[in-house]
């Protein structure tokens, strides 16, 4: 059980917006600290997407965009496309726990 | 360009130790800290441990404290990770990871190197 609570999966059509929640915690998103997100392909290394919440790592395409809210944040894709078909996680500190936590992560199939 | 590789993994018994390493390049070593984050087959990440850019601070997470032992090697650009008393669940691909600081994302990854503890 991860502290941090992602959908296990999400899917949408090419071009259409999806979202990804990744839900917190007083210890931990909603104490402040910040959430980053990575994206990760089948047999690959972890790549980041977004820093901060809501800025978007060098390079990565303006479809994609952060938002917290409270004690969650979302990363939102738009104009989907096939390629976008990956595994998402989402990261902060939990000042509980002491330590960094990841979501369990979220598999965006892309139909 | 930034690199990271990862070495040291393979097939290990229950109880035994096995040792990571990090080689890095493309960038400034001593500037930066150091995640180690795992992966078991099928699962999500977790992270392992962390280690600030002058080793003088480090943290891990609950499930391997005491077992394992992150350090670093400024003059050599290389991290370490030991692990000690490896268990079954401690199998998977470990990657390490630069970070700016203990709560910043990791904008560098290695390609992983994998762990399998089994008898």
């Known amino acids: 059980q991860s502290v941090l609570t992602q959908p296990p999966s999400v899917s949408g059509a090419p071009g259409q917006r999806v979202t990804i929640s990744c839900s917190g915690s007083s210890s931990n998103i909603g104490a402040g600290y910040d959430v980053h997100w990575y994206q990760q392909f089948p047999g690959t290394a972890p790549k980041v997407l977004m820093y901060?919440?809501?800025n978007r790592a060098s390079g990565v395409p303006d479809r994609f965009s952060g938002s917290k809210s409270g004690t969650s944040v979302s990363l939102a894709i738009t104009g989907l496309q096939a390629e976008d078909e990956a595994d998402y996680y989402c990261q902060s500190y939990d000042s509980s726990l002491s330590g960094v936590v990841f979501g369990g992560g979220t598999k965006l199939t892309v139909l | 360009q930034v690199q990271l590789v990862e070495s040291g993994g393979g097939v290990v018994q229950p109880g035994r130790s096995l040792r990571l390493s990090c080689a890095a390049s493309g960038f400034t070593f001593n500037r930066y800290g150091m995640h180690w984050v795992r992966q078991a087959p099928g699962k999500g990440l977790e992270w392992v441990s962390f280690?600030?850019?002058?080793?003088?601070?480090?943290y891990y997470a609950g499930s391997v404290k005491g077992r394992f032992t992150i350090s670093r090697d400024n003059s050599k650009n290389t991290l370490y990770l030991q692990m000690n008393s490896l268990r079954a669940e401690d199998t998977g691909v470990y990657y390490c990871?630069?970070?700016?600081?203990?709560?910043?994302?990791?904008?560098?990854w290695g390609q992983g190197t994998l762990v399998a503890v089994s008898s």
């Open positions: 901060g919440n809501i």
């Open positions: 280690i600030s850019y002058d080793g003088s601070k480090t």
């Open positions: 990871a630069r970070g700016q600081g203990f709560l910043t994302g990791s904008d560098y």
